[in-house]
């Protein structure tokens, strides 16, 4: 079906099960571990073999050989496939490294050989067997702070270059020219990358880990050379993405490698070292941001000038992009300056762009209302706007900032803030209380599944929509029990198979809302069916508790599937409309307090506040994960989180979890989400927006603003750690 | 018998990697897998790649043997050997947490364990806890608090929750904890101290938290 106009009244209304905050329906498989992620699955292929692979020594050069005969002789070992075998292989544009293949090497722990064995261990010995000659570039560049000073006088085109900036910035009362920078940020999810692999000819079945099932099947296609048809893909359960797991991976496309030379299965992990370098990261970011305003306070000028890392043919991480939209202002000038950078793919992560752009726009919001005498919520408040700055004639369909604020400063206790910063001490600490406001955008997109009753009256829905802790196996399934008017226990809903109808799957916050409005047209297509063998209008037909009530009559749905199980199927696309009269956003604001140790400067996160605007909520408990789970990783991006990069040799040099520090339970605080009530018709038949991603945009500067409350002293490089700041602490009385 | 000197004497036959084995009820015997193409091998290595060794254990309460490489942990004992999958592996590096199993009931981090170093052991992973059908009350807990997404790392949070409550009421001091002499308080930052080396990327520690403190309660 398509969405060409906002939704009115319809089922999904009732939010008899649909709104509810229930448990997930994949709690008693993960709490058990019975849920089976994609390396476990010893059942789906005979005889597995392992492979383990063999990441590049070099950031930029060629190999020059490759030495394998001892690791060929090594105990156990069945097969090696090395990149020489073979010419670069073709990727699609998503990715941008190339994954495997040919002599040249774009970064360090690119995939260059996998040995398989019998057994992780003789696979493992016998990697580290393999003798390989390269030849360095010696032109490389790994420093974008270097590279940002050469080119700083390069003709970008502008993202936005809206009225005369540089005039209204000369000639504002008030003015912030700040520079700040976030460093590149690592997925860290928890399970590695994993696929087994096994070929039927020139058909290929992958049980992976991977978050948009049909992406990486049209992605197999290019690189096999094969139709997309050969391709299988399974991923039911998903340890943690982030973005990482987007796009095919080299996991993946070594295994398939590994399995064609040898004629077996073969199954391939990544190991945890090999993660950060081999796969993806956020890219580090250097923001110049000036903003000038009226000593009133109504911002008249924002520039906001991002400079990032990528590799040829990437985005990096455009920190710019959450400024197109979310404050007014005239004159306005965005640029984004994707340096090519020769470390490792810098591409999507959590709310890419919004979270490390909001990282420094937001302490430069903190900074401007410190400048101008006021309260930085009411700074916000009069910089709201209705409409899309960069293009006035489109409205935000809902915008509820404004609303969002003001609830967190009331539940918050705000008013009672450390008003003077630097100047709050509760025995050894310094207490400091910070806000930040969060946008991200709502997109939607085109999102299939099939709806079956079956003979025991039981809902089966199957997409290949993907579950990556988000809880798309229990809001598809409150879809289709609201839909089909039956109770959650007899859904049953299968996920991650490509041999299911394509779902927009699991990434920049559409897969929540755009996966169940795809379910919601399956059970209209359903029902429709259920009506035509009835010879009943289906607007007259009731679906409740089990049964399907029409003209006084009722039968069950076991009764109606007692010969054979009922199925229909469809998809819902999105009209222009969505896109093009209307932005389609969500907002939040996040409230936080810290305590800094008043002579070693520590720094406790003591409570968080979140409070959202992302229309109707589907399930507030997993929403609320989602939210809470962000938050985390916001305060991990504030307080901890950097990949340490070699600018000599070009890699991240802390490339495990020991050396990447992330969040741990010490570290998280009582947590508070408040979900505004609301509705957007203009983005689904459900009226449902995504929180996933919202739900970090903001917090690290937060955090960042309330450290700088608590102690004076500001500081505009992230991760914010006690070395940059403690000659600042104020002086010991 | 000390476990220690059992220790000490696999040990020295590890490193002597001979494959006349020291006769020892206790000891475990070695073996070879057949090495393929061996004239090939130029051969620096001094000890055998592959030497196998027979080991027993018992888990969830079942007795298991195998014929372990020497190299193989115990989490890959477990979820290779004797496809016991519940116990995951996030990083095989003991940073991460996620292999959290009990042995002789302690908690450990399973990949940071050969295999051959558990004989008699009594292990128990995530699957000797509770079913689908019949779940322990912690797995309950956090089915209630959702404390979990993606579940990755669940099985490892739940064997430590538990064990974390078993180490504070037999009187085991943490970091956090104020007086060693008296007897230990449940406290949320006793918790979260004591489950600090569990990561959970997708965030649920406040969830979990609250979890862990609706089974100590139910049990006061």
Request: aromatic share 6%; hydrophobic share 40%.
């Amino acid at each position: 079906m398509r969405f060409d106009s906002p939704a009115e009244q319809n089922v999904s209304d009732r939010m008899k099960v649909l709104g509810q905050p229930l448990r997930r329906i994949d709690g008693p498989l993960k709490t058990t571990g019975m849920a089976p992620y994609a390396y476990e699955r010893h059942g789906v292929a005979k005889d597995q073999l392992v492979g383990y692979p063999l990441g590049s020594a070099i950031a930029k050069g060629r190999i020059v050989s490759m030495d394998i005969n001892e690791a060929q002789a090594s105990p156990g070992v069945v097969g090696i496939v090395t990149t020489l075998e073979m010419e670069r292989l073709p990727k699609v544009d998503w990715n941008v490294a190339y994954l495997f293949g040919g002599r040249e090497i774009q970064h360090y722990h690119q995939a260059i050989a996998v040995v398989v064995a019998n057994s992780f261990e003789e696979a493992r010995a016998a990697a580290a067997l393999i003798r390989v000659e390269y030849e360095e570039d010696q032109d490389a560049t790994y420093d974008l702070a270097a590279v940002r000073q050469e080119r700083l006088s390069d003709d970008v085109e502008p993202i936005d270059n809206i009225g005369d900036f540089e005039s209204a910035y000369a000639s504002a009362e008030v003015t912030l020219d700040a520079t700040y920078t976030t460093p590149g940020q690592c997925h860290a999810q928890m399970e590695p990358h994993a696929t087994i692999a096994q070929w039927d000819g020139d058909h290929l079945t992958l049980w992976t880990s991977n978050q948009m099932i049909e992406w990486s099947r049209q992605a197999l296609a290019t690189t096999f050379d094969l139709p997309a048809e050969n391709f299988r893909l399974d991923s039911p359960y998903i340890g943690g993405g982030f973005g990482v797991k987007l796009f095919l991976r080299a996991d993946a496309v070594m295994a398939a490698l590994a399995a064609r030379k040898v004629g077996r299965a073969v199954k391939l992990a990544l190991p945890r070292p090999m993660s950060a370098n081999n796969t993806t990261h956020r890219g580090l970011t250097i923001q110049r941001i000036r903003i000038g305003a009226s000593q009133e306070g109504k911002i008249t000028a924002i520039g906001h000038d991002n400079a990032t890392n990528t590799l040829p043919g990437g985005d990096g991480e455009n920190g710019a992009r959450a400024t197109r939209r979310f404050y007014a202002g005239e004159n306005r000038l965005l640029i984004n300056r994707a340096l090519e950078i020769h470390l490792p793919e810098s591409n999507a992560m959590r709310a890419p762009g919004e979270t490390a752009g909001l990282m420094a726009l937001e302490i430069a919001m903190d900074e401007m209302a410190e400048k101008l005498g006021m309260d930085p919520v009411e700074f916000r408040i009069i910089n709201d706007t209705q409409v899309d700055p960069s293009h006035p004639e489109r409205q935000f369909s809902e915008r509820h900032f404004i609303e969002c604020l003001q609830r967190g400063a009331e539940v918050f206790n705000w008013a009672s803030r450390n008003k003077a910063p630097g100047s709050r001490r509760e025995g050894a600490w310094l207490i400091g209380h910070g806000v930040a406001g969060a946008y991200r955008d709502a997109p939607a997109e085109t999102s299939g599944a099939r709806v079956s009753v079956r003979p025991d009256g039981s809902i089966r829905v199957e997409t290949d929509m993907t579950d990556i802790g988000t809880g798309s196996y229990t809001i598809i399934a409150q879809t289709a029990a609201e839909m089909m008017g039956v109770s959650l226990e007899v859904v049953n809903v299968d996920l991650g198979d490509s041999r299911h109808p394509v779902s927009a799957g699991s990434g920049g916050q559409w897969g929540a809302a755009s996966s169940t409005a795809g379910v919601y047209a399956a059970c209209l297509a359903l029902r429709k069916k259920i009506a035509e063998r009835l010879a009943v209008d289906p607007e007259a037909l009731e679906f409740s508790e089990g049964y399907v009530r029409y003209n006084d009559q009722q039968t069950a749905l076991s009764e109606l599937a007692s010969a054979g199980s009922i199925t229909a199927e469809d998809s819902i696309e999105f009209g222009d409309f969505r896109s093009e009269e209307y932005q389609l956003a969500t907002f939040g604001a996040h409230f936080v307090e810290v305590a800094v140790h008043a002579t070693t400067g520590e720094i406790r996160v003591r409570r968080m506040l979140a409070v959202c605007d992302a229309g109707r909520i589907l399930n507030p408990m997993t929403a609320r994960s989602q939210v809470i789970g962000a938050m985390t990783m916001g305060v991990g991006a504030a307080l901890m989180e950097s990949l340490a990069v070699d600018t000599r040799h070009g890699f991240f040099v802390n490339h495990d979890l020991a050396g990447y520090e992330v969040p741990v339970h010490a570290d998280i605080p009582a947590q508070q989400v408040i979900f505004l009530e609301g509705e957007d018709p203009y983005s689904t038949p459900l009226k449902a927006k995504g929180v996933g991603e919202l739900g970090i945009c903001g917090v690290s500067a937060a955090v960042a603003n309330a450290v700088y409350n608590a102690t004076g002293a500001r500081v505009r490089d992230y991760p914010i750690t006690l070395d940059k700041f403690l000659d600042r602490l104020p002086e010991i009385a | 018998m000390s476990k220690l000197s059992d220790f000490e004497i696999t040990r020295r036959n590890l490193l002597i990697g001979s494959a006349t084995t020291t006769a020892s009820l206790a000891l475990p015997k070695f073996s070879f897998a057949q090495e393929k193409n061996t004239g090939q091998a130029s051969s620096v290595t001094t000890i055998p790649n592959s030497a196998m060794t027979e080991v027993g254990f018992t888990v969830n309460g079942e007795a298991r043997k195998l014929t372990a490489d020497n190299r193989l942990t115990l989490l890959d004992a477990l979820r290779e050997s004797l496809q016991l999958s519940g116990t995951k592996k996030g990083c095989d590096h003991g940073q991460c947490g996620a292999c959290t199993v009990m042995v002789n009931g302690r908690r450990i981090n399973s990949c940071l364990s050969l295999a051959v170093m558990h004989e008699g052991d009594e292990i128990t992973t995530i699957e000797g806890l509770g079913t689908p059908e019949g779940l322990d009350p912690m797995q309950v807990a956090f089915i209630e608090h959702d404390g979990y997404q993606c579940g990755y790392c669940t099985p490892g949070q739940i064997c430590s929750a538990k064990a974390t409550l078993e180490e504070i009421r037999a009187g085991i001091p943490s970091h956090v904890t104020e007086d060693i002499t008296g007897e230990i308080q449940i406290t949320s930052a006793e918790i979260r101290e004591r489950m600090s080396g569990n990561l959970c990327r997708c965030g649920a520690y406040a969830n979990i938290l609250d979890a862990i403190e609706h089974v100590a309660e139910d049990k006061a």
